[in-house]
């Protein structure tokens, strides 16, 4: 076995050296323009490489369902790394699509504002770890002037007099002008020839500052422009005589390293003027004004991101208006569908090391109904809840709305989801009901108690606030209940699978004879008599059905059982999702007594152990609990049903 690995590891070894040599390809400019013909795409500007990356991961265009709702464009490179975000992502594609032909919304900062734990900085870490993979590859292949200090584009030795010839030629367009130290050594070392000077690729890497920078304000009298335009090198102005010669300057500041590619700016607003300035004259002059050099091109993408109040504050400034007239605003709110954020937090206990801990069915889910709570606004809807909206925005059915109504529910709502508990929050009080989990299992209970104990140490909420999610913590708690008694009671139901089949054919042999207008026989009496509408009745109402659609329910059923015997499949109960949930009500009403009596019984006899311990295997088996979490679920129901 070691030998196996060892050889695994050192072919491990070989591929990545070899691919490392071919990613350091040189080579002069004069090869380079063989490869532009070839290949123009990489001579393309900074925001068609990161669109150009975007699309190389799959794009699902956006799509009418079969229910009205319009689907929205699914950008495939955030799969499975952000959830609920998909109208914030598609305004980040739509930017990045106008920038890379080049219209003006390219020369505008874009800003992602939100509330805290909200995405914004992992939808930049992650656009950055994507440039670093995808310049990596042939398509995202990215080469410049060996040597530069900012990784310029070769095309720019090009004079400006030949520059519409040869983009007519190499159908690419050319733009910008070399930095002060090629322009130098153009001279100095190649006496002008601009096919000798030497081409090399480069692969785009934040930690290696190539092609990726990243900026973070700090304390105003400590922070330097420095930081982002580059300083003179003291130690070298005696050797070349002067603070204005391009060698006796570092183009080492964030902008300069950012050239070509993505420049973040972390908390943008809280910067200083003079820092917002130097990012104003490169959004719309596309240039870096450094020290004693004239206007120095750059092309790069600049994303910063900041929170709602440091926006507002930022807006109410009249002194910032030309830079607010610079800035491309998208608003990254906390999701608010139900179902993306359970996907949240198992990404997040995912990426923790939680071996041997069990994590039981709908733990997940209770605390994001939670969090989601916290961030809706109260429905203005009279007959709909803070829980019914939640449902319908998780694209759930709630009786009386449809998804027109959703559409203009979030249309009317004016801050829904920039305020409310963070995934960071959720995941912190997960975390330490695991550690004091007893069993090594997180439940539901243990969650909602974790999150009303983190509420005492969630620093900046009001009284006001913490007495209203307490109180959606109760709302919440109801809704479990629920979920946790039809979770029992279906485990119950299917110990009485015959007893849920029988009813079942019951109501088949019913609703054909109303459906065919025809009597049915009692199998004992042979007397003939009418359908039982007070048994079908019985199954409808427990799902709702009004009595105006008890026939188009029945024919409906009818059709389903005949497209499936015409394929030789077996109907039964569990065919039809509305009708199975119909049979498992009305039998959970009818057995709610055996239910109560078995799972309350202090003492339970031989019968109703026999009867508890194949509910529990049942929610084992099929339902994903431990022993432990379902013996603990049944005892919480028994409780529910015995006050």
């Not at 690995?5 to 070894?13: A, I, S």
């Not at 990254?332 to 939680?354: C, F, H, Q, T």
């Not at 969090?371 to 009279?382: D, M, V």
């Not at 059923?557 to 015997?565: E, H, K, N």
């Amino acid at each position: 076995m070691s030998v196996t690995m060892g050889t695994n590891l050192h072919e491990l070894l070989r591929r990545h050296r070899e691919e490392e040599a071919r990613l350091r390809w040189e080579g002069t400019f004069a090869e380079y323009l063989d490869i532009v013909r070839r290949r123009p795409e990489v001579a393309r500007l900074s925001h068609a490489r990161l669109f150009d990356m975007l699309r190389a991961a799959g794009v699902t265009e956006a799509e009418e369902g079969g229910d009205g709702e319009r689907r929205p464009r699914q950008i495939h490179f955030f799969d499975g790394q952000l959830f609920g975000l998909e109208e914030p992502l598609n305004q980040l594609y739509d930017y990045l699509e106008s920038a890379a032909r080049r219209l003006e919304v390219r020369k505008r900062i874009l800003l992602l504002m939100g509330p805290v734990g909200g995405g914004k900085s992992t939808i930049v870490t992650l656009l950055k770890r994507g440039l670093e993979r995808y310049t990596r590859t042939e398509e995202g292949a990215v080469y410049a002037l060996k040597g530069c200090p900012m990784h310029e584009e070769p095309l720019h030795l090009i004079p400006d007099s030949l520059r519409p010839q040869v983009s007519e030629e190499l159908g690419v367009h050319i733009e910008g002008s070399l930095c002060p130290v090629c322009r130098y050594r153009l001279e100095e070392e190649y006496g002008g020839d601009i096919e000798r000077f030497p081409v090399q690729r480069i692969v785009f890497s934040e930690a290696e500052r190539v092609g990726i920078g990243t900026f973070t304000p700090s304390d105003e009298k400590s922070q330097d422009i420095a930081e982002l335009v580059g300083s003179i090198d003291l130690s070298t102005v005696g050797e070349y005589g002067t603070e204005s010669h391009p060698l006796a300057y570092r183009f080492d500041g964030e902008l300069n390293v950012a050239n070509r590619g993505l420049m973040e700016f972390v908390e943008l607003l809280k910067a200083q003027t003079e820092f917002l300035y130097a990012l104003l004259t490169l959004s719309q002059e596309q240039s870096i004004k450094t020290g004693r050099f004239a206007m120095i091109y750059a092309d790069e993408v600049v994303i910063g991101h900041t929170n709602e109040a440091e926006y507002q504050a930022f807006v109410k400034n009249e002194r910032n208006e030309a830079l607010i007239d610079r800035m491309i605003l998208i608003k990254v709110p906390y999701n608010l569908r139900l179902s993306e954020e359970v996907k949240i937090y198992r990404k997040l206990l995912a990426e923790s090391d939680l071996q041997g801990v069990h994590v039981a069915p709908h733990t997940l889910e209770v605390a994001a109904m939670f969090a989601i709570l916290t961030r809706l606004e109260p429905p203005r809807h009279p007959n709909l809840t803070l829980m019914k909206k939640l449902r319908l925005y998780d694209g759930q059915p709630v009786e009386g709305f449809s998804p027109r109504d959703v559409r203009e529910m979030r249309e009317a709502a004016e801050r829904e989801g920039m305020t409310g508990v963070s995934p960071r929050f959720v995941i912190n009080c997960l975390s330490s009901a695991v550690i004091r989990a007893e069993n090594r299992c997180l439940g539901p209970l243990n969650a909602l108690r974790a999150l009303r104990d983190g509420l005492d140490h969630h620093t900046g909420l009001t009284r006001e606030q913490r007495e209203r999610y307490l109180n959606l913590i109760h709302e919440t708690r109801r809704e479990y209940d629920e979920i946790a008694k039809n979770e029992v009671n279906r485990a119950f139901v299917y110990s009485f699978e015959e007893t849920a089949r029988n009813l079942f054919n019951n109501y088949l042999d019913h609703i054909e004879a109303f459906c065919n207008k025809t009597k049915l026989r009692d199998p004992l009496t042979e007397e003939e008599r009418d359908p039982d509408e007070k048994l079908m009745r019985s199954i409808e109402e427990q799902i709702g059905v009004p009595e105006s659609a008890k026939k188009a329910f029945r024919e409906e059923i009818l059709l389903r059982l005949s497209a499936l015997a015409r394929r030789g499949q077996k109907f039964d109960y569990t065919s039809h999702d509305r009708l199975r949930e119909a049979i498992e009500k009305k039998l959970f009403s009818d057995l709610r007594n055996v239910v109560k009596i078995t799972t309350s019984a202090a003492h339970p006899d031989e019968e109703q152990l026999k009867r508890i311990n194949q509910v529990v295997q049942r929610l084992c088996d099929r339902q994903g609990y431990c022993p432990a979490c379902a013996n603990e679920v049944v005892r919480y129901v028994g409780q529910l049903l015995g006050r």
